[in-house]
């Protein structure tokens, strides 16, 4: 999971990208990148750690333009450690290109053979990204005609790109002297928004952005989502174009973004993340009463701050008291996408503090949006405890995590998630719980898609069902053994 956004101004475009990265720094703490063009030449800043600490008065002078595009960064692929693999990645041929991606290709192995073999490419990481804007650069140049690169050029490039990359992929691309492109996999498996507004002048101004609340803070109007498989460019005056470059395989985005990634006052694909969370909270509310004595059920209280829309409805279903127990710091990052079990097991008592008169001598109902390791659930019972609860339930409004995520969520080993092999009763007894309640698959898949035309989720951390069907049994043991966390 990555945070990425383009932009195409009319006045400096800088402050825009840091601005726009700001509001998507929830989506990648390790790193983050800003890249603008200035007529034929780029100009870019990359550094680790997040976007207020990265960028000095000198890097913002310094990426000058009025076209630029940013990135924040949550390892999936290669390392979260190496400053090598912080995006944006930059080639030189043809006209000179900036990429950022946010997703996972599942066929690297095979695309860096291809890469040095037949196409004479060097790769300096083991990044993806490198991967993709290496394969994007090739079928730019074979796609070359004349002088001058045109639009159907660029589409055609894509289409290429998409025939040959396997995965979840929504990227952005600065084109030196040209524009912006931006595309998305056929699958639409990773969100991308396209925004628009006028300036005091009447010029057309435009984004496109991993979620849409950048949209709303920026004041642009949502034009659509960039639909799967396609491909849309828009030239540094502004001008944009559009085309389907391969059929749309499915619309099926990731469910993940709705439990946790995405912030609830975004809008994913024409689906509300809170209006969402607030249906997992009903539809959970089923689950508990099947579960357990209302009697037994002092307080209901979420584990902030993504929970809170399904907890506050479910106490309302509930009708039972809702209390805020728990206390963030909001200036230790967010403890799914710390890199390295010690560092989020640590981050857990630093993020969270319990408030003692809330839970002494109670039986308490945590609520959280997910159990993923169970590090973070079983140091928030333990908190419980502390503090004086006397009963300690916990009902996650996801279902239970029981396979990898391979397309960029970083959960690709099965031995990492508590409920892999472990029966309920199992994962209560790891977590300290008197009592687990995990939501359903119908019910996530109900909740996300009530009111909506899609039909289709990937939901393959939940079901073990990857949705573009190229994902197999020995990838999967290859990415078990490679993977470090």
């Known amino acids: 999971m990555c945070g990425i956004v383009g932009h195409v101004s009319t006045s400096p475009v800088n402050q825009q990208v840091y601005d726009s990265l700001l509001l998507l720094q929830h989506r990648g703490q390790d790193s983050t990148g800003i890249a603008t063009a200035e007529g034929k030449f780029l100009h870019m800043v990359k550094a680790k750690g997040q976007v207020r600490e990265a960028y000095r008065t000198r890097d913002m002078r310094s990426l000058a ?31 000179g290109l900036v990429l950022v991606h946010n997703g996972n290709l599942t066929n690297t192995r095979e695309l860096t053979d291809e890469l040095f073999r037949i196409d004479r490419r060097h790769l300096n990481s ?44 929504a990227a952005i691309t600065l084109i030196a002297g040209y524009g912006l492109l931006a595309f998305r996999d056929p699958y639409g498996i990773r969100p991308l928004v ?27 109007d949502i034009v659509r989502d960039v639909r799967p498989g396609e491909a849309i460019f828009i030239s540094y005056a502004g001008e944009m174009s559009s085309k389907q470059v391969v059929e749309t395989k499915a619309l099926a985005p990731c469910s993940f973004e709705y439990v946790y990634l995405a912030r609830p006052d975004s809008v994913l694909d024409g689906i509300s993340v809170y209006d969402t969370r607030l249906r997992m909270g009903e539809k ?14 002092d ?17 309302q279903v509930l009708n039972a008291p809702y209390r805020e127990g ?64 006397k009963k300690v339930f916990f009902a996650s409004a996801a279902p239970p995590v029981r396979y990898p ?9 099965r031995g990492e998630l508590i409920a892999s092999g472990r029966t309920i009763e199992e994962v209560s007894s790891v977590i300290g719980a008197d009592k687990v309640i995990f939501s359903t698959v119908e019910d996530l898949f109900e909740s996300i898609t009530a009111g909506s035309d899609i039909t289709q989720l990937d939901m393959s951390c939940f079901t073990g069902e990857c949705v573009t069907g190229t994902v197999t049994p020995e990838y999967l043991a290859w990415l078990e053994t490679n993977h470090t966390s």
């Open 194 to 220: 396209l925004g628009r507004r006028v300036d005091e002048n009447g010029r057309e101004e435009w984004v496109v952005a991993s979620e849409s609340l950048v949209l709303d803070s920026g004041g642009y």
């Open 405 to 413: 995520h391979v397309y960029g969520i970083n959960m690709p080993t």
């Open 326 to 389: 728990f206390y963030k710091n909001r200036y230790i990052g967010r403890t799914f996408i710390m890199p390295g079990q010690k560092v989020r097991k640590k981050s857990v008592r630093q993020k969270l503090n319990a408030l003692p008169r809330e839970f002494a001598g109670k039986n308490v109902l945590l609520i959280d949006d997910s159990i993923v390791r169970g590090t973070t659930s079983k140091e928030i019972v333990e908190m419980a405890r502390a503090a004086g609860a």
């Open 299 to 315: 307080v209901v209280m979420p584990i902030p701050d993504s929970a809170r829309p399904a907890a506050m409805q479910l106490a």
């Open 126 to 169: 083991s990044s993806d990204t490198e991967i993709l804007l290496n394969v994007l650069a090739n079928a730019l140049q074979d796609s070359i005609h004349g002088s001058e690169l045109t639009t159907d050029e660029i589409f055609d490039a894509v289409a290429t790109l998409h025939n040959r990359v396997e995965g979840s992929y």
């Open 65 to 95: 333009g009025n076209v630029g595009l940013g990135h924040v960064r949550y390892a999936t692929s290669g390392s979260a450690k190496r400053e090598d693999e912080v995006q944006p990645f930059y080639v030189n041929a043809p006209y």
């Open 284 to 297: 959970l509310a089923r689950r508990v009463v099947e579960e357990i004595s209302l009697d037994e059920i």
